[in-house]
DNA sequence: CGGATGCTAACGAATGTTTGTTTACATTGT
DNA sequence: ACAATGTAAACAAACATTCGTTAGCATCCG
């Protein structure tokens, strides 16, 4: 007997979880609304998971993990640095199409975590803005960019891709393709004619 | 009598609210943690508001309605269309630098809000959105502006201005002008060098 | 005096979680 | 083949705690 059932109820606690957090918060959504939604009992999603800090954990770090490993691979890449910020904008437009909810959840509820994995947390996301930054500063140095303050350009891209949970939804008028190209084109280009 | 003492009371209640809102949520922030903030008891604070939910709604809707006076100011002025994005982009941070609290719980709790409520926030801010992507498509049909995606570049321009609330700290390196023109520089010109 | 403002105590409802039990099915021993 | 055993997964009921809010009473101040 193997445990695929398991792992699929989990997955889809989980995966209703991140929807109700990111729709309610984690504090306004309760564990009887969210069996509610799964089709159970919440007594009996506790055969699956251990505790709503358990899944909260799960959804921000599998996010928070994804963008660092892609970070990693990104700048082991020989590439032009103009051509590494697209592939890490591109990289957070996917992310935000695929798995919009737990994007969502991983950006404004990760402040919930419980010590010591919030201060993990935090210190993850600190680590990626750094690497993000080295690069925006790279590419200044190499004349690819303009000479803007380095903060000022990371978290105004890192913002500027947050929107995109908030209102983009795929099939309604844009692609995604569309999407990330418009994106880049005002991120890299600029909104006013040259 | 006037009641001035009582106003006094009742912003202070307003201004702790909204700094304990944006760090811990709305759900997230019980009435008897915001009344150790504010130096009572839970209770005692009944006496100068009639409810928590009156709390979020004065909040929400004081932001709202500046933007929304703030916005017909500068579509009545005679500029070009390029200086009445910059106008409002300095208000979007001139607005999160000075009240960074309420702006936030703005952005971010309006969800909470009891109906009808929130049916009028949700119009008053579609509304706001029309008018400023009303003046990005004027500035591209002046030519002023690249022909992007309206709605893109929109939402694109707003969010990249969010992230003041969560990392600017007013007199910790960038002063608030060179922000401003930091952000403007690199929203209106881009990122990549020309 | 009398209203404004604070307190303690208490309310019912909702919170996350544990307990005890039942049902259904897979595995084992013979 | 089949009863015995084990286990996964659901449930209702209850746990202690916390929630927003109200009631009743004290105290201060003009």
């Known amino acids: 007997m193997f445990k695929t059932k398991k792992v699929a109820k989990r997955e889809l606690i989980l995966a209703e979880a991140a929807k109700l957090f990111k729709d309610r918060g984690y504090s306004g959504t309760s564990m009887r609304d969210l069996a509610g939604q799964v089709g159970m009992e919440a007594a009996s999603m506790y055969n699956h998971i251990k505790s709503k800090d358990e899944l909260l954990d799960t959804i921000c770090f599998r996010i928070s993990d994804t963008y660092i490993s892609q970070l990693a691979e990104i700048e082991a890449t020989a590439i032009p640095f103009s051509e590494k ?43 990626y803005e750094k690497g993000f930054a080295a690069l925006i500063e790279a590419g200044i140095a190499a004349g690819e960019f303009r000479p803007v303050n380095v903060s000022v350009a990371l978290f105004t891209v890192l913002s500027a891709v947050r929107w995109v949970e908030l209102w983009y939804r795929p099939g309604r008028g844009l692609s995604a393709e569309e999407l990330e190209n418009n994106i880049l084109t005002v991120l890299l280009g600029g909104l006013a004619q040259r």
Chains 1, 2 share one sequence.
């Open 85 to 127: 910020i697209k592939a890490l904008v591109r990289l957070h437009i996917r992310l935000m199409v695929e798995d919009g909810a737990a994007v969502s959840v991983a950006n404004h509820d990760w402040k919930y975590l419980p010590e010591p994995r919030l201060t993990e947390f935090k210190q993850a996301r600190k680590n």
